[in-house]
């Protein structure tokens, strides 16, 4: 008997038909795998179960596929495998660094002329203060660059601080204008920039970066153009729309190089494109730029009690000068939470303040602020503070001959009474003001007919008490005619009234009468009177000074 299968004599017995309808099904789903052609074939209604077995064991626990009937007689095709190409993936390389970065971001029209030559010549041939600028803005360059990405700007507006102060948070032009974008204090208050007696946000990185591009987009949203738009940050926008629409009227283009304007804006996006095109080519000016990582300088802190300045760079293992440095808007040696709730330190310094705040004890600040609740003298305020006069003087930047008006908040050391942290309200609005002190001048007066000392020291305004200590009388002590009497008065009120006790003199009898030599206590009030103009000048000076420092 011959077995049904010997591997001498292999079986040549025509295959059942359900092979052939399995093997057909398996080769197409495989080709349609293979191939990923979207070839859709419609399935039928199931065959008779009869008619078709099992599925073999390996493929028994696989989801039920639904038959598909082929007709017998057409021949299989051949199982193939095709070819699939994936879609191209466009391959985008990180940027070099942050000036590959900005590079890539630069979106303004190109300006050309004489202008720009000019100011790439000037830049070029500098090569030293183009280092110290490109080095100081490294600190703060990542933040703008992130800043302006993220509202979708051009990034020739990352350059524009080069232009404005060189990367130097602490300049401060001649017309007052403070900070890396050099904000006026009116234009700054209009963006929220607090300006007061411990901080001046114009100089704050964060805060003054949120309002300059705050206000660059106000620009270009109103002249739709950005070199209009810059012209108008450096120039004003009410000046760049008078001259657009006097060249309306006239007739005449109204782009930036058609305008008239200033010198200083005239240069001012000459400036920006000169420094656009060094960061472009460096190699092609003989300018050497500095790296800057394309990552993080600093990171931000919060602060939630009121902190030293020397204590918090000590917990953050950082010179003073650096953290002021990053946080240039603060004036005085203490940081206020309620009204600079976050600080910026150097990224891996900001892991290691935390680490050592936690482990800080003891008082985390000296000062507070005071406000003073009526006016006195520098002298009074620093008794009152426990403070020497010298010293309340420095630390409140205190002209001479000034006295401190009533509301004005001052820093001083903390006490047991004063022990609190500052509320937001002083922290955010606290003010600084002075007024001239009163200068008492030694001046002698004569007495009336029939008058004490009580009547005279109603007469010139001081204290009878006062009085009397300064003659060595008494108080009720009566006083002869014309008896001279020393008294300490306010130099303009002495002045005004030594002139007053005089006899008037009529204008006609002032042309008839001689010009004589004034006797010795004649000339006296005229020497206080020369004396006073030159002390009063020497006030108003100091008050303008002060004035323009607070």
């Known amino acids: 008997m011959t077995p049904a299968f ?14 052939r309808r399995w093997l057909a099904f398996a080769g197409t789903a495989l080709a349609l795998l293979v191939s990923g052609c979207a070839t859709t074939v419609v399935p039928e209604a199931p065959a008779d179960p009869s008619a078709n077995p099992s599925p073999p ?66 830049y070029a041939t500098r090569p030293d203060y183009m280092q110290r600028m490109t080095e100081r803005s490294s600190r703060y360059l ?16 990352a350059l524009l601080p080069f232009i404005e102060s060189a990367f130097n948070p602490q300049a401060v032009s001649s017309a007052r204008a403070a900070g890396m974008w050099q904000f006026m204090p009116a234009t700054g208050q209009s963006f929220d920039l607090k300006q007061n007696a411990f901080r001046d946000d114009r100089r ?39 001259a657009i629409t006097n060249n309306q009227r006239a007739g005449k283009p109204t782009g930036y190089t058609d305008l008239s304007m200033p010198a200083e804006t005239r240069m001012y996006v000459p400036k920006l494109q000169a420094v656009k095109n060094i960061m472009a080519r460096p190699d092609a000016y ?20 009121d902190m030293d300045v020397a204590l918090i760079a000590r917990l953050a ?38 680490r050592n705040l936690q482990h800080h004890t003891g008082p985390l600040a000296t000062w507070t602020a005071w406000v003073v609740p009526t006016t006195m003298s520098v002298s009074q305020a620093a008794a009152r503070t426990g403070m020497s006069e010298s010293e309340l003087r420095s630390v409140n930047n205190i002209p001479p001959r000034m006295q401190v008006r009533a509301g004005s908040s001052l820093l001083v050391p903390r006490t047991e009474k004063r022990n609190g942290d500052v509320p937001v309200h002083v922290a955010d609005n606290g003010q600084i003001s002075f007024q001239p002190e009163v200068v ?48 300490m008065l306010p130099q303009r009120v002495a002045s005004a009234k030594v002139t007053a006790s005089k006899k008037p003199t009529t204008q006609k009898t002032a042309a008839r009468t001689p010009t004589r030599k004034a006797s010795p206590t004649a000339k006296q009030p005229v020497k206080a009177q020369a004396k006073s103009a030159t002390n009063n000048k020497t006030r108003v000076a100091s008050s303008g000074k002060s004035e323009k420092k607070n």
């Open 204 to 242: 704050d990185v964060l805060a003054s970066t949120r309002a300059a591009l705050d206000y660059l987009q106000q620009l270009y949203a109103r002249f739709g153009d950005w070199h209009l738009a810059l012209a108008a940050y450096n120039w004003g926008q009410g000046n760049v729309n008078r």
């Open 440 to 487: 008492l001048r030694r001046t002698v007066v004569k007495a009336r007919k029939g008058e004490n000392v009580t009547r005279l020291a109603q007469r010139y305004g001081v204290s009878a008490v006062s009085v009397a200590g300064w003659n060595k009388l008494a108080v009720n002590a009566p006083l002869k005619q014309g008896q001279n009497v020393t008294l």
């Open 57 to 122: 064991p390996a493929i028994a626990s696989a989801p039920r596929l639904p038959s598909y009937r082929l007709p017998s007689n057409v021949p299989l095709s051949t199982i193939g495998i095709a070819e699939t190409s994936a879609p191209s993936v466009i391959t985008l390389d990180a940027p070099a660094d942050l000036w590959d970065r900005i590079r890539r971001g630069f979106a303004m029209p190109d300006l050309e002329g004489d202008l720009v030559r000019d100011r790439e010549q000037w």
């Open 6 to 19: 010997s591997p001498a004599a292999p079986s040549l017995s025509p295959v059942p038909s359900f092979s």
């Open 286 to 305: 003989n300018t050497t730029l500095p790296l800057i990582g394309n990552h993080p300088f600093f990171d931000t802190v919060t602060v939630e009690r």
């Open 317 to 354: 293992e950082v010179e003073e000068k650096d953290f002021r440095a990053l946080n240039p808007s603060l004036r005085q040696p203490i940081v206020m939470a309620a009204g600079t709730p976050h600080v910026l330190l150097p990224w891996d310094n900001a892991v290691i303040f935390q």
């Open 142 to 157: 990542f933040h703008i660059v992130e800043e302006i990405e993220r509202r979708n700007l051009p990034m020739e507006l």
